[in-house]
C-alpha cells in the first residue's frame, strides 16, 4: 500500500503466525476487520491480554484502545469475570437447555435500559439484528426497513448495503453472494439527515416495519447524532406506527451503564445488545416492548432459535461483568479520562499542522484526519486514510494498539489510569511529528 510509514520494529513472529494462517484461512483472519488491509501491514498476533494491556507472540506491550472491539470495558482478564468463566465451563459448557444464568443476566438487561421489558438472548451481535429486524417485520407486517449509511448491523443480507465497519474499510458495501431481493426492502438514508427522513416517512411511512441505526456511531468512526436527528426519528416511527430500533452492541453498558439511550434520555422499541454483555465471550440480544416481543416463538409467531444462545459460560461471564459495572460505576471517571484524552490528541493535533476532527462521546473516540466537522459517512469518507496508516503504525511503535482503520471507533478501559492517558498524549505527539515530517 503506496504512501505508508512501515513500522520500525519487527514482529518475525506474528509475521510467521500470519503467513500460517493464510494457507488455511481466508485472508489469515476469521473477520476482515482484523486483516490491517486499510494500514498494510501484517496483523499482530495476541499472546493474551491483562488489564489494559495486550501481548503479541513476539513479546511486546500495547495500551489497549481497541478492547476486542469494545466488550473489554473492565480490561483484559479481569478477574471477577475470569472466576465466573471459570466456574461456569467446570459445570459444562453447553446444555441445550435453560439455565438460571439466563434468567439473571435477563433481569440485570432489563433493570438497566427502561425501554427492554423482555430479551431474548443470541450468539452474536449479526444474529441479534437479523432477529429485531424479522421481528419488526412480523410485528408490524410490513416489508421496509430504513438503515443509515456506515451504520453497521453486521454481515446480515439485508442490511449489508452502505454498512461501516470492515465493509467500509475494505471498500465493499454490497457484497457479493446477496441476491438483488434481499436488499428490495432496504432503504439508506444519510446519517442526521432529518429533511430526507421526513421526506421518506412522507412519501412512504405506511410501509416501514422498522428503522435501524447506532445511536451514536462506531462503525465509520465515532459520529454521534444530533438532538432534532434524534428527535424526529422518534416522531415520525411513532407517527407512521414503524418501530424504532436502536443497534447498541458497541454503545450498550459502555456510554452508561443503560447505554447511549440512557445517556440520551431516549425510549426506542427494540434494541439490539451484544460486546459487554458477555464480557468478552460471544454473546448478542434484542428486547425491548413486551407485546412486541411477545410475538417471538415460542411465545409468538416470529421463529428464531439457535443451540448455543444463553450459553452458560457466557451468561456468566456477563452478569459477573455487569454486577462489576453496576457496582464500580466507572463511567463519570471514563468520561473524564476520554475528555483529558481527546483534549490532548487535539492538542498535539494542530502541534503538528494536522487536519484533524475529534469526535467523542464518553469512553469512545476517533481521531479523523479530516479537514472539517464529520456528521455522517460522506464527511468521514473525506478523511486521509493514507496519514491515518502512517499514525497507526507509529503509535503502535510506541505501543498503542489503535483500531487498524480510519473508520472504527476506539475504546477506552476502566483499567486504565491517568497515566495511560498521558502517556498516550505524549506518543501522539511525537508520533503525528513524525509523520508530518515524512
Excluded at 1 to 29: D, K, Y
Excluded at 49 to 54: I, M, Q
Excluded at 330 to 357: C, F, I, K, N, W
Excluded at 397 to 405: A, F, I, K, Q, T
Aim: hydrophobic fraction near 45%; glycine fraction near 12%; aromatic fraction near 8%.
Amino acid at each position: 500500500m503506496s504512501g505508508l510509514l512501515p513500522s520500525s520494529q519487527p514482529r518475525p513472529r506474528s509475521a510467521a503466525a500470519f503467513e500460517r494462517a493464510r494457507r488455511m484461512i481466508p485472508g489469515g483472519v476469521n473477520s476482515p476487520a482484523r486483516a490491517f488491509g486499510a494500514v498494510g501491514g501484517s496483523p499482530l498476533f495476541i499472546a493474551r491480554g491483562e488489564g489494559p494491556y495486550l501481548y503479541d507472540l513476539d513479546g511486546r506491550r500495547y495500551l489497549d484502545f481497541v478492547g476486542s472491539w469494545g466488550p473489554m470495558i473492565l480490561g483484559h482478564a479481569h478477574p471477577a469475570v475470569t472466576e465466573a468463566a471459570v466456574a461456569a465451563v467446570r459445570n459444562g459448557s453447553s446444555y441445550g437447555a435453560p439455565t438460571e444464568l439466563e434468567s439473571e443476566l435477563a433481569e440485570l438487561v432489563v433493570e438497566a435500559i427502561p425501554s427492554v421489558e423482555m430479551v431474548r438472548f443470541v450468539s452474536s451481535g449479526t444474529e441479534a439484528s437479523m432477529s429485531a429486524i424479522r421481528l419488526a417485520r412480523g410485528f408490524t407486517g410490513r416489508d421496509l426497513i430504513v438503515k443509515f449509511a456506515g451504520c453497521y448491523h453486521g454481515h446480515v443480507d439485508a442490511l449489508l448495503v452502505a454498512a461501516g465497519s470492515s465493509a467500509l474499510t475494505h471498500g465493499v458495501p454490497n457484497s457479493p453472494g446477496i441476491p438483488a431481493g434481499c436488499t428490495q426492502d432496504t432503504v439508506i438514508l444519510r446519517y442526521n439527515d432529518t429533511e430526507a427522513l421526513a421526506a421518506l416517512f412522507g412519501a412512504r411511512g405506511g410501509e416501514i416495519a422498522g428503522v435501524i441505526l447506532e445511536p451514536v456511531v462506531g462503525n465509520m468512526g465515532l459520529v454521534e447524532p444530533t438532538l432534532e436527528f434524534r428527535r424526529e426519528l422518534r416522531e415520525l416511527t411513532r407517527q407512521h406506527g414503524a418501530l424504532l430500533i436502536y443497534d447498541e452492541v458497541m454503545t450498550g453498558f459502555r456510554l452508561a451503564y443503560g447505554g447511549a439511550q440512557e445517556l440520551y434520555g431516549d425510549h426506542p422499541d427494540l434494541t439490539v445488545l451484544g460486546k459487554v454483555i458477555g464480557g468478552g465471550y460471544p454473546v448478542g440480544a434484542y428486547g425491548g416492548r413486551a407485546d412486541v416481543m411477545g410475538q417471538v416463538m415460542p411465545a409468538g409467531p416470529v421463529f428464531q432459535a439457535g443451540t448455543l444462545s444463553g450459553n452458560p459460560v457466557a451468561m456468566a461471564a456477563g452478569v459477573a461483568t455487569l454486577r462489576e459495572l453496576k457496582k464500580s460505576n466507572p463511567y463519570p471517571r471514563l468520561d473524564r479520562m476520554g475528555a483529558a484524552l481527546a483534549d490532548g490528541l487535539e492538542s498535539a493535533a494542530t502541534e503538528a499542522g494536522v487536519a484533524h476532527q475529534l469526535n467523542r462521546v464518553g469512553s469512545m473516540w476517533t481521531l479523523f484526519f479530516a479537514p472539517g466537522p464529520v456528521r455522517d459517512l460522506d464527511t468521514a469518507g473525506a478523511s486521509d486514510k493514507a496519514r491515518f496508516a502512517r499514525f497507526f503504525w507509529a503509535m503502535m511503535d510506541r505501543g498503542v494498539y489503535l483500531p487498524c482503520s480510519q473508520f472504527e471507533a476506539a475504546f477506552l478501559s476502566a483499567a486504565m489510569t491517568d497515566d495511560h492517558i498521558t502517556e498516550t498524549v505524549a506518543a501522539a505527539r511525537d508520533a503525528l511529528r513524525t509523520i508530518s515530517a515524512v
